[in-house]
T-cell receptor, first 112, second 114 residues
């Protein structure tokens, strides 16, 4: 089984809809991250969390919110999706002190 | 703030040829450096990382990278490319002790011709 899983893997939605992307990990890591990937732009950090009570904004947090329900679960929400949020979204985890991040398989989100 | 530049958007090499992918970073102190590979439809897989010590780092799949402080570079190399190496490669820099955040380059897409 994969160490970092993301659901759904693909999602098509309409403008204005609320969307939640979920990430779960079995690596026992305390740090979790959400990135978005757009062609030609690399990965940009949306939010990150060092533990259940510690959540921080990344470079592009506007229009997004997160919830760290447990050490192993980190969800990303789009309260009112818009077309320019169409992208590939990745969750990642890391163990404190090593800074090596391990990525999930990604969620492809299309907002029409 | 740190930054990463991957000057080559797209590179094509023949199978069996050598490969070098360039990565330059901007950061005042010694950074943590990473190379990730993304195969089509897949997530990112860690190839190798540099934290300290020997500046020549060996990774998986026969890849290596060399940290050159004087040139602010961390180029990825492979002596003989296989068709399965076709993918997108990302260099990233992290800053330990602050927020364990990575800054990624924009990626280099590698095409391998047979």
């Amino acid at each position: 089984d994969a160490d970092v899983t993301q659901t759904p893997r693909n999602r098509i939605t309409k403008t204005g809809k609320r969307i939640m992307l979920e990430c779960s990990q079995t690596k026992g890591h305390d740090r979790m991250y959400w990135y978005r990937q757009d062609p030609g732009l690399g990965l940009q950090l949306i939010y990150y969390s060092f533990d259940v009570k510690d959540i921080n904004k990344g470079e592009i947090s506007d229009g997004y919110s997160v919830s760290r329900q447990a050490q192993a679960k980190f969800s990303l929400s789009l309260e009112s999706a818009i077309p320019n949020q169409t992208a590939l979204y990745f969750c990642a985890t890391a163990s404190g002190g090593t800074d090596t991040q391990y990525f999930g398989p990604g969620t492809r989100l299309t907002v029409l | 703030a740190q930054s990463v530049t991957q000057p080559d958007i797209h590179i094509t090499v023949s199978e069996g040829a050598s490969l070098e992918l360039r990565c330059n970073y901007s950061y005042g102190a010694t950074p943590y450096l990473f190379w990730y590979v993304q195969s089509p439809g897949q997530g990112l897989q860690l190839l190798l990382k540099y934290f300290s010590g020997d500046t020549l780092v060996q990774g998986i799949k026969g890849f290596e990278a060399e940290f050159k402080r004087s040139q602010s570079s961390f180029n990825l190399r492979k002596p003989s490319v296989h068709w399965s190496d076709a993918a997108e490669y990302f260099c990233a820099v992290g800053v330990s002790g602050t927020a364990s955040k990575l800054t990624f380059g924009t990626g280099t897409r590698l095409q391998v011709t047979l």
